[in-house]
Structures are given as C-alpha cells and as structure tokens.
C-alpha cells in the first residue's frame, strides 16, 4: 500500500524562483471526495492518472496512483469530475536535501500559492525555506478536494 505523507506550507515571498525548474501545469478533478476518501483524475505533462487517496490521519494517508491514457483522463475531466476543477502551475525546488513543490493556483484558486514536501516518515526533520511561511497541513480548507468544492476565491478569510 502506498503512504503519501507530506507537509504543506502557504508561500511567503517569490524567493523560491530561484531554484525553480521549468513549470509543469496541472489539471485535475474529483470524481468523488468526502471526509474518508477522494478519488481524483490528473492531467499534467502530456499524462493521465487515476489517483485514490484514504483518510487523512496526522500529515499521512494511503494513496494509490495509476497512469491512465491521456484520451480518458480528459473526458473524465470534461464529463465526470464537478464544475470546479483544480488547475495550477507546479514547480519542483530542490531545497535542504528535499524535493519541494511549489503549486501556483490559476482559476477559481488565483492567489494561492502552496508549497509541500512529502517526507519518508511523519518524524522526519525537514529545514524549511526561507520562502516557506504559515504551515497549512492541518488545515483542510488547504487540501485541493477543498478547493475544487470551495475555491479560494471565494473564501472571506482568504490571508
């Protein structure tokens, strides 16, 4: 079974350009989320995935993910996922011995910018960038089920 854990922080200043690779966009919907699992269609560099996750406990979750033809992930996209769909620009920054991912929202999201970091252990120490500011990763208002059903833009307590 695979665990994701990760840790995720709200950007606090462009210092992460830097050490930015080239950017990857992302599309991705939910084809069903609630309090015990989600289950999610992507589209990002020319790919598809089908992706499961369990329930949250701590920073960690159970999460299986499955390449898809491009073809399908698409019309899931399109027929099958809500009208809100998730779409971002990623950037992978290397920082501490770590592989960071920095996710520029677009659409209904515009504003937000999150960074995560997946760790091997939810003990793991982890050195935090400069650019990293307010940790989010117990905040479900942050996770991207969420924001699909509940957009940033519409928050009234948006930081």
């Known amino acids: 079974m695979g665990i994701e854990i990760e840790r995720k922080f709200l950007v606090g200043s462009d210092g992460w350009r830097a050490g930015a690779g080239a950017g990857q966009r992302v599309r991705q919907g939910y084809?069903?989320?609630g309090p015990g699992s989600a289950v999610r269609v992507r589209v990002a560099g020319g790919e598809?995935?089908?992706t499961v996750k369990g329930p949250t406990r701590g920073i960690a979750r159970a999460e299986f993910e499955y390449p898809i033809p491009l073809a399908d992930a698409e019309a899931m996209l399109a027929h099958l996922c809500g009208p809100s769909l998730i779409e971002k620009t990623r950037y992978v920054v290397p920082f501490g011995g770590r592989r960071w991912e920095v996710d520029v929202f677009?659409?209904?999201?515009a504003g937000l910018v999150l960074a995560e970091v997946?760790?091997?252990a939810a003990?793991?120490?982890?050195?935090l960038p400069p650019w990293a500011g307010r940790e989010?990763?117990?905040d479900a208002r942050y996770a991207n089920a969420a924001l699909a059903r509940h957009p940033y833009a519409a928050w009234r307590d948006a930081p």
């Not at 003990?123 to 050195?127: K, Q, R, S």
């Open 31 to 33: 084809l069903t989320a």
């Open 48 to 50: 598809g995935w089908l």
């Open 106 to 109: 677009d659409g209904a999201n």
């Open 118 to 120: 997946e760790l091997p």
């Open 123 to 127: 003990d793991a120490a982890v050195e």
């Open 136 to 138: 989010v990763s117990d």
